[in-house]
């Protein structure tokens, strides 16, 4: 979806606004748990609330005695890398207190493609594929990241690894 299209970008907004909505009435009935989170976290990527997704996920411990897991980790990833805070991103999956799975380096290298970071997306795609070697996904956006920078040598090499 476009970034420059307003009309979604506002019904995902809306809808991000709507889940923190349902989740302070979750709050309220003491029906919240790590899987609330993740759904919490997930919509505030979706949305673009980044403020709010990043309190909530430093408010998880201390607020509502819930240790983050990777899955969280995940969530935070992809939302620091969708709004262009790659940087931030990469520094938090190094901080994490364990290692990072092959769903939290996904969300930074699919960050890495949608802002045509060539030199993010080969360091978190070897990264990828280091944990999982044969997840095709990891080959793909690399793929996309070369052929979106104009780098059709660099994209023909990873089209012929995959095979």
Not at 61 to 81: K, P, Q, R
Not at 120 to 139: C, F, R, S, W
Request: glycine share 6%.
């Amino acid at each position: 979806m476009p970034t420059h299209d307003v009309v979604p970008s506002n019904a995902m907004h809306a809808h991000g606004k709507q889940a923190l909505a349902h989740f302070e009435w979750m709050c309220e009935e003491g029906d919240i748990n790590d899987a609330t989170f993740v759904c919490l976290l997930s919509a505030c990527s979706h949305a673009s609330l980044v403020d709010e997704g990043l309190s909530y996920f430093d408010s998880m411990a201390s607020v509502y005695s819930i240790s983050a897991i990777v899955e969280h980790y995940a969530c935070i990833v992809d939302l620091l890398g969708c709004s262009g805070h790659l940087q931030e991103a990469l520094d938090l999956i190094q901080t994490m207190p364990f290692q990072p799975n092959v769903a939290v380096w996904m969300a930074l290298l699919g960050a890495s493609r949608i802002h045509s970071d060539v030199g993010m997306g080969e360091h978190i795609a070897k990264q990828a594929l280091e944990v999982d070697p044969g997840n095709a996904t990891g080959y793909v956006l690399l793929s996309n990241i070369y052929a979106a920078a104009g780098k059709w040598d660099l994209r023909a090499n990873i089209e012929q690894q995959r095979k």
